[in-house]
């Protein structure tokens, strides 16, 4: 069993086809040196814990090699290697390598609740806007999650085999693990679900799943989510979010170029700015626009960010500063602990006004506006930006006050990024 985006045993369809087929697996994971250069310290942190935690619960039987994969597989000699299928273009493009080198590949279920690909137009083509793909989703259906194994009689490594890393970070990431995952679920249904749709937005709230990084390394599969939920409004908006996740890893299936290529062609041509000081002050969250710069120091201290400010950020960068997304998604890849290829690059997509939606580029976020809306009474700001902390709520969000002077004006910004979108228009 090759456990890749699948660090759990319950609903593990994977696994269970390689208990049912050998009276006795070998669970293992291969340290990807590829996948490793472009994680910074959080993920690297998080995938460590993740894989003690999937190592107690196989009773210390876990394998973790470094190398190779196809390397790896073979000195194993294996009859057979079971995995959950992969859709994104670098895991699906490894898998065919591995199945090329004639190891048999057995792929079982994959971390989606619908695999991409399945979901269809009438006319048998692939959807490119989300709210006709919702609808096509939930008529497709899924199974309900499976039951984890009872038993598993799995053969343990040796010393060469247990090249756990010791990945570390001072910040201060989620916990990993299936058991977490679980925990912390069972407490977003209790506490924060029924208020999901009023709540999600609010940054300063801790009112979403927090289920990000749980399904990145798929330590909780997304049936289980979706399993059990109701026909209420705040249920019915948890379940279309997670539709997000499984449109956008079906659009980038289908246009696996879009992974940091334009999916509106048009967007290349027009004028940008190269990365500069100005991008340096954005990574660091100094811009002077509060809300801008406690979210930006939410990523690089936490390793995640609220969605809200994920939107306010990548419209700051793009349609202020004239950056292209791809900068922006790249320092999102080095530092989200759920980065996830087809969400992230999407997500920004989405955002800078040349992705999946229709939604029109002139469409510029006001970051203090936003800031005033989504966190009214400064929560998020004094959290993150201690240093405006003393500042009255009508004046946090205020750029330029006790603070560092604005890098941009916004007015001025958003005038010109207008101005540089009709240059592309015709
Ligand atoms: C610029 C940008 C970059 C992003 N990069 C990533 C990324 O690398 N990895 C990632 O998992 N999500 C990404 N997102 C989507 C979203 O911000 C996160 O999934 C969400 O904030 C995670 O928090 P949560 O688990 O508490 O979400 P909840 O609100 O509890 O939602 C439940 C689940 O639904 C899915 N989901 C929610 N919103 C979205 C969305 N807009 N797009 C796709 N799936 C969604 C996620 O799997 C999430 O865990 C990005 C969004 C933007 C705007």
Redesign the pocket.
Known sequence: MWFRRDLRLGDNPALLAAIENSDEIVPLFILDPKLIKQAGNKRLAYLANSLRSLDESLGGKLHVVAGDQVEVLKSYKAAEVHISKEYEPYGAARDQRVADSGINLIETGSPYAVAPGRVRKPDDTNYRVYTPFYKGWMAHGWRNPVAAPKEINAFGPNKAQREFPDWKTDCEIPLAGESNALARFAW?KANALDS?DEQ?NMAGIDG?????????FGEVH?RT?LFGLGASKAHDT?RK??A??E??ADVLFHNPNTIDEYYTPKFANMRYDQPGEKFKAWCEGKTGYPFVDAAMRQLVTTG????RT??V??SFLVKDLHIEWQH??NF??EH?V???????S???Q??AGCGTDASPYYRVFNPTEQGRKFDPDGDYIRKYIPELAALPNELIHEPGLSYIAPIVDHKVERLESLARLDEIKG
Do not use: C
């Open positions: 977003f999901y999600r979403t799943s927090k289920m990000s990084a749980p399904l990145k997304p989510l948890f979010e997670i997000w996740r449109f956008y995640w960010m609220h969605n994920r939107m950020v990548a922006g998604a999102f890849m989200l759920d980065f996830d290829p087809a969400s992230n999407h997500g920004w989405w955002t």
